[in-house]
């Protein structure tokens, strides 16, 4: 299990990692004090409760809480997503792997159609990390309208999506590949 539901008890641990500088600047919701982040971590249990978005704590293999993935402004059965990863946790390969089962949860049990990802175009980490999905879609041309609406007054983001039947055609193309190699 990389993936579990928010706990207040979980924010001792986030906190320390959110305000670290190479994190703070690229996280949606931000705490300047760790009463602030319980407070926010509160309202966001409650706001998915509402049906308001979905969050979820990122987890290590120990069981360890080492940031959060979440997908926001849920309308029309798409919304955004933000994701953030300690530092410490960086290039170890969790992105990749919290972000599949997040997908499969959000697809498959949550009926989400399309996931949003708006990213500051001088965030060069998370621009790269949208690239090496191969079922996600830079949309800045073909989604004008959802563009259009995130960089409101200032273009400062790059917009992403990914829509369940690609992600879906991802995970049948993966079977496939993993059933020829067993059977070589």
């Known amino acids: 299990m990389i993936l579990k539901k928010r706990d207040v008890a979980d924010c001792h641990a986030l906190f320390d990692l959110l305000v670290d500088p190479a994190v703070f600047?690229?996280?949606r919701q931000k705490a300047h004090s760790y009463d602030e982040f319980v407070f926010l971590t509160k309202q966001t249990i409650e706001a998915e409760e509402r049906g308001e978005l979905i969050s979820r704590t990122i987890i290590d293999?120990?069981?360890a809480p080492i940031g959060t993935i979440n997908l926001f402004d849920i309308t029309n059965q798409?919304?955004?997503l933000g994701t953030w990863i300690g530092k410490p946790y960086f290039g170890r390969g969790?992105?990749?792997v919290a972000k599949d089962a997040f997908f499969e949860e959000l697809f498959f049990s949550c009926d989400i159609q399309t996931v949003f990802m708006r990213i500051r175009k001088e965030n060069v980490r998370s621009f790269k990390a949208a690239e090496k999905l191969p079922?996600?879609?830079l949309a800045n041309d073909f989604r004008r309208d959802v563009y259009e609406q995130i960089n409101a007054p200032v273009?400062?983001?790059n917009l992403f999506q990914?829509?369940?039947d690609q992600y879906h055609l991802h995970?049948?193309?993966t079977h496939q590949d993993e059933l020829e190699v067993k059977e070589a």
């Open 78 to 80: 798409s919304g955004f």
């Open 135 to 137: 079922y996600c879609t």
């Open 61 to 63: 293999e120990w069981g």
């Open 171 to 173: 995970l049948m193309r």
């Open 162 to 164: 990914i829509e369940k």
């Open 25 to 27: 600047p690229y996280v």
């Open 94 to 96: 969790y992105n990749k």
């Open 155 to 157: 273009d400062i983001y």
